[in-house]
């Protein structure tokens, strides 16, 4: 594949923005030329705003590129039983490729049990213990999302990865967990720090690559950040009826060298990387 280079915005003394907004449509458009057909089943249980935002996202973007949808929105008092059922359903489905339960599950329902039954090769998420395996054994396999989006980001302006200390902030099994074995399996040398981690600017402050996924605005502040690093923010928290994500956007940009807006930096690659597993399942 030809590298990708992202439309870059370089000020006075500022970092470049790597503009996810623009990788991301570059990528959909080679997905899109590569004529790929494959359809995916995607799940949303309950009506939270967040989340059928994001389905919506997905959905749309899925249809751009000439890839299927069936969409199943299921009432918030759904039984678990009822969305076994459905998940035992799609995955005996040959015409379903790909299966995407959108998170977070009504409480009444185990997210975990609900993921695991998920057929691996239609495992667009990654969520299941066979591809989280495979990630962590640095073999092949389908994986999340939002760091394989990260990962693409930090290509895509020639990170080297190899000897270089990444330092990720979160531990989820979405994002903080896949993101660190990713960078690790890449030669990076990884920290991973979270809300239990005594001196976190000590940590951050060693970040040649600094992936933050928390979910607080500010977390990451200027002294925070070793000069010349790359910042990824993966955050996504609203303000004052904006986006915003975890770092100090406009101090931050003054020391580093690489820094990812929101809106517009992690979030539309993780929905073109949601197309990519897809288009992947047919093969695996
Ligand atoms: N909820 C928040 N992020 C994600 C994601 O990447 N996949 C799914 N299925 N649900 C989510």
Known sequence: MDKIIPKQVQCDGHA????????AGKIRAELKAAGHKANLAVVIVGDDEASHVYVRAKIRAADEVGLGTKLFELDKKTAEVELVKLIEKLNKDKSVDGILVQLPLPKQINERKVLALIDSRKDVDGFTAK??????????GLFPCTPCGVIEMLESVGETFKGRHAVVVGRSNIVGKPMAMMLLNKGCTVTITHSKTVDLTMHTKMADILVVAVGKRNLITASMVKPGATVIDVGINRYEGKLCGDVDFDAVRDIA????????GVGPMTIAMVLKNLTKTIKV
């Open 131 to 140: 591809n989280a395996g495979q990630l962590f054994l640095g073999e092949e």
């Open 257 to 264: 060298a690489y820094i990812t807006p929101v809106p517009g």
């Open 16 to 23: 470049s923005i790597i503009d996810g907004k623009a990788l």
